[in-house]
């Protein structure tokens, strides 16, 4: 792969002995971790030039991604009035706009208790634990696969590529696993959302979160193969949420008496809402309405003169791994990034390299190596 040569040909220039010390798995790890430190980096208050960053990312911008909006129970903890919000998908990372799409009537508005018909939908939510790793060398897992239950008939829905067995050097590279497993998941089933330790405001620690439009699946669960003999080590936990949108909206028995326009959102910081609000100018409006993010949600503001149903967003998705094992190069198509995350790592395993610790296990290594092909 283009980016592991690069690497590899950056360190051949300090030294050419210190190469072959790193394994395909340590430059993978390092190749995604500062692909991932150099994305937050473009997207923090540090970094002026919009357009440059832009460009940058551009291959992982998803465009007009719809999403529902969903009115919160005055019990809700996500309760305010007027406000909806909508729940971003499992790949989201960075905002790029939004934009609402607005119903308004002329008599209806004011009172949402008449607008609203069939207004409640649920949400079926399965968290499934990751397994604990009993084994304390590797290989870590000699098998993985994660399987659902539908009408009684178990389905393997991923199974581990065989090349991880060997790849998942040490317990901290699941992080590998988990990765490819909630990008494939993502990809290939349809009505299903699947994300990693916190969905609605709630943490599940260490655990997938499978969210379904639907009641189908009665179980998923993983099975995982160590050393040991196989063993079925975790079976989800379900719930079911029960949520309320504006997607069975009777505004009027008259649609001459309703209009459907979108408006770009203003996007503003949590902490500045109230004070907007409060100012004749810059409240929310049906020419822009205001938005705002907090964690995984995007809350929209309407007033009595519109109603809010579904938002359009921009965004930023996760990359893909960096893989050399699975054929997964970098996903920044922009030569500037792709050389700006190689130099990161060569810096890196640099640093490494100069750490006198390192020095000395580098050391013990060439002198078993050695002794080993002595005895041999």
Known sequence: MEMHIEVLQGL????????????APEVDLQLNKHQERFIDELF??????KQIRLDYVRSLIVKNHSLQVFVPASTDALYEDNMGYAVMPPDYLYLVNDRSKIVTSIS?????????????IAEYVSVLPFPTVNVTTAPFYTGFEILKTESSIETAIYSMPTGFVGYIVDKDAKFMLINDSLEKLNRTLTG?????????????HN???FVRDDADWTQVKINSYTNDDPAVLDVSTSA???VTNYLGIALSSDTTDQTTTYADNGMTEGDKLYDLNKNEYYKTSIKEPISAMSDNFLHVYRD???IITDVLVDYVRKPRQISLLLDQSCELQSSGARAEVVDRTIQYFKLLIENPVYREFQQDNIIKN????TNG
Do not use: A
């Not at 923090?44 to 030039?49: C, I, L, S, T």
């Not at 209806?108 to 409640?120: A, H």
């Open 192 to 204: 299903t959302r699947v994300y990693w330790e916190d969905y609605r405001g709630v943490h599940y």
């Open 207 to 209: 655990s997938y979160v």
């Open 108 to 120: 209806k508005c004011e009172d949402l208790t008449t607008i609203v018909t069939n207004p409640t």
């Open 44 to 49: 923090g208050k540090e970094f002026e030039d």
């Open 12 to 23: 051949q220039k300090v030294d050419s002995y210190q190469q072959d010390m790193f394994e």
């Open 304 to 306: 009595k003169s519109f």
């Open 370 to 373: 050695q002794n080993s092909i």
């Open 240 to 242: 079911t949420f029960t």
